[in-house]
Antibody
Framework: EVQLVESGGALVKPGGSLRLSCAGSGFSFSSYSMNWVRQAPGKGLEWVTSSSSTNNHIAYADSVKGRFTISRDNAQNSLFLQMDSLRAEDTAIYYC????????WGQGTLVTVSS | EIVLTQSPDFQSVTPKEKVTLTCRASQGIGSSLHWYQQKPDQSPKLLIKYASQSISGVPSRFSGSGSGTDFTLTINSLEAEDAATYYCHQSSNFPYTFGQGTRLEIK
């Protein structure tokens, strides 16, 4: 069974940093591109960043470029999101999503940026 | 950036009705358009990939069509459990984008 489990969400002050993790299981993690998608409270879905299967092709939304960094450890079946210089508008549930068309989503982890 | 515009924003329908939701892209994206269903407090669930390809485990009343800039998600014989918000998503060009969503209410 394919599973994606996010962790690392927390309450953090503006300007702070946070590192999210996503543990994948039940599939060949190294064969898939992976994504982070977020959803602010009561709002729609927003694509944040993607990493190709070997992490050599990476893309970011303009809203997070220069502040967020996606990485992965295929040996540990894990995806990461390093979030720096956090702003109030980064407050959201962050989902780990598999593949080009998002066939599997994690349950999400809540990031709250507030003083 | 490719903008996806969904219509309508909200629709109230009765069970057994047929519903058609639309998604329009600001430029051509071929068939790289996917549809998701999200119920309150749940993660989104993939319904249709690449505009018209069905997904294992998704009821056959859900179908998709379109290519280029205009896409539709059709739900035949609506059921009460279909009450949700539906999103389209393009993976043709970075930055990937989502439509703003269509909320479907069952009367």
């Amino acid at each position: 069974e394919v599973q994606l489990v996010e962790s690392g969400g927390a309450l953090v002050k503006p300007g702070g940093s946070l590192r999210l993790s996503c543990a994948g299981s039940g599939f060949s993690f190294s064969s898939y591109s992976m994504n982070w998608v977020r959803q602010a409270p009561g709002k729609g879905l927003e694509w944040v960043t993607s990493s190709s299967s070997t992490n050599n092709h990476i893309a970011y939304a303009d809203s997070v470029k220069g502040r967020f960094t996606i990485s992965r450890d295929n040996a540990q079946n894990s995806l990461f999101l390093q979030m720096d210089s956090l702003r109030a508008e980064d407050t959201a549930i962050y989902y780990c999503v598999r593949g080009n068309y998002g066939d599997y989503w994690g349950q999400g982890t809540l990031v709250t940026v507030s003083s | 950036e490719i903008v996806l515009t969904q219509s309508p924003d909200f629709q109230s329908v009765t069970p057994k009705e047929k519903v058609t939701l639309t998604c329009r892209a600001s430029q051509g994206i071929g068939s790289s358009l996917h549809w998701y269903q999200q119920k309150p407090d749940q993660s989104p669930k993939l319904l249709i990939k690449y505009a018209s390809q069905s997904i294992s485990g998704v009821p056959s009343r859900f179908s998709g069509s379109g290519s280029g800039t205009d896409f539709t998600l059709t739900i035949n014989s609506l059921e009460a459990e279909d009450a949700a918000t539906y999103y389209c998503h393009q993976s043709s060009n970075f930055p990937y984008t989502f439509g703003q969503g269509t909320r479907l209410e069952i009367k």
